[in-house]
């Protein structure tokens, strides 16, 4: 549900500002990284990419090819209230989206592509959080 999903990005977005300097992306880019779910962000740069692998990589969500590591997106995802609501959902929305974009050698090109794959399905399954959700729960992490 969009709710969890609030608390996962919540949780997630701390990491972006240890994780600035090595993926390059800039606060013009994405200021926040709540706004990732903003209607009018497009999920288009390369640096959100290198960024998203740095924090992936942080949680150890990804294996060594920059892929989903599924059980422990599965785990991660239900150590959240109600986590196990969401996470079956969401790690197949998401290697759905690495299955389309598997062609594309650069990790950080291809993690972007998956990552706004990921945000078009969200919404089609109303799993995606609004931000203000998202800032209601910030304090929590
Ligand atoms: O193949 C790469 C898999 C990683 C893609 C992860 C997509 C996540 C998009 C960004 C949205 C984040 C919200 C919560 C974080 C969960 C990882």
């Known amino acids: 549900t969009a709710e969890i999903m609030s608390h996962v990005t919540a949780h997630f977005g701390k990491l972006l500002e240890e994780c600035r300097q090595e993926s390059g992306l800039t606060t013009d880019i994405l ?7 903003r209607e009018d962000f497009e999920v288009v740069h390369r640096e959100l990419g290198c960024a998203i692998m740095c924090m992936s990589n942080r949680l150890t969500l990804m ?5 989903m590591h599924h ?3 599965h785990d991660y995802v239900k150590s959240f209230p109600q986590g196990e609501l969401l996470s079956g959902t969401m790690v197949e929305l998401i290697h ?3 299955k389309i974009h598997d062609d594309i050698p ?3 090109d291809r ?4 990552a706004a794959c990921f945000k078009v ?3 089609k399954a109303g799993i995606a959080p609004e931000v203000a959700m998202i800032e209601a729960v910030l ?3």
């Open 71 to 73: 059980a422990n997106m």
């Open 139 to 141: 304090e929590k992490y």
């Open 106 to 108: 650069d990790d950080c």
């Open 121 to 123: 399905d969200a919404k």
């Open 63 to 67: 294996h060594d090819d920059a892929r």
């Open 111 to 114: 993690i972007v592509k998956v």
């Open 96 to 98: 759905n989206c690495e």
């Open 31 to 37: 200021e926040e990284f709540q706004h990732f779910w």
